[in-house]
């Protein structure tokens, strides 16, 4: 009788299985289809590097274009990949992908529906905490304080609290030395902090995946005048969510959050409808 069950149970699973190609091939495909868009965007940003007919804000406006387009369809081969296999292991690879340009409550969506064993993984844990932490901090939310030591020979600890909620606007910007993007944002930063800094109104930078060395440098090197907490490491981004740098959130005198990844003209704009100016 077991012998019958047993093959009953093995004819069951080939006819179950037909047809599923093995996980190799589809995270090989999967992989190709990846890097056709990444190459494609590439080499279209690479061609309107070589175009002296536009100006910089022609350029400017076609790169971010061209990165756009490119956002979407990794999201929509991502998400497709994920919708597939939730089951196996290239839905954590896919989520892993794709994870920093979803919204938190679309990764959450698919990671319940993801099996328990790929949930309690790190890469699906460390996701799934970074995207409460995100939802945690939206706007509108209280600020979530955080403390690190800044200077491990002198013991010393500094508290975002510190800054935060001091009856003051201000403008947080988590950062790296090592991160071009960011320090692309500092003049920006910079115009913002000589126009408005006061009573109303400071800004603080908050250095994360650092080293203080590093950070010190690129700080004096790029006009860093404000205030700035560093050290950090994850603790600053684990709290907020924060997958990607730069990130620039501003806080309400009260330490409400008013507004969360700014970037470019957003910043200025954000911050004189805050001050009423």
């Keep these: 009788m077991k012998k019958y069950v047993l093959m009953a149970v093995l004819l069951l ?6 047809g599923v190609r093995p996980l190799s091939e589809r995270v090989a495909e999967y992989n190709s289809r990846m890097d056709a868009i ?3 965007y590439k080499e279209g940003a690479a061609a309107l590097q070589k175009d002296d007919t536009l100006s910089a804000e022609e350029m400017a406006m076609r790169h971010e274009a061209l990165y756009d387009e490119a956002v979407e369809q990794l999201l929509a081969v991502g998400r497709e990949t994920i919708e597939a296999n939730l089951n196996d292991s290239l839905a954590v690879i896919a989520l892993q992908d794709v994870a920093g340009y979803m919204a938190p409550e679309e990764l959450l969506g698919f990671a319940d529906r993801m099996d328990s064993v790929w949930l309690s993984s790190e890469p ?3 996701l799934v905490a970074d995207a409460r932490a995100t939802m945690a901090t ?3 939310s209280p600020f979530v304080d955080f403390e690190v030591v800044e200077d491990p020979e002198k013991a010393d600890t500094v508290r975002l609290s510190d800054f935060v909620g001091k009856g003051k606007y201000i403008l947080a910007d988590f950062w790296a030395s090592w991160c071009g993007p960011c320090k692309r944002e500092i003049p920006n930063i910079k115009a913002v902090y000589e126009k408005f800094k006061g009573d109303d109104f400071d800004v603080l930078s908050i250095a994360v995946w650092d080293r203080p060395e590093d950070t010190a440098a690129a700080a004096k090197e790029n006009g860093v005048v404000w205030s700035q907490i560093v050290n950090t490491d994850k ?7 924060i997958k990607g740098i730069p990130h620039l959130i501003l806080f309400a005198p009260d330490g ?3 507004a969360r990844d700014l970037r470019g003209d ?3 704009k954000a911050v004189a409808e805050a001050l009423g100016k």
Excluded: H, R
């Design 124 to 126: 699906i844990a460390s």
């Design 13 to 18: 699973c080939a006819v179950a299985c037909k």
């Design 256 to 258: 409400t959050i008013v």
């Design 266 to 268: 957003q910043i200025e």
């Design 138 to 140: 939206a706007p509108g």
């Design 235 to 241: 603790i600053a981004t684990s709290a907020y969510g």
């Design 38 to 40: 990444v190459n494609a």
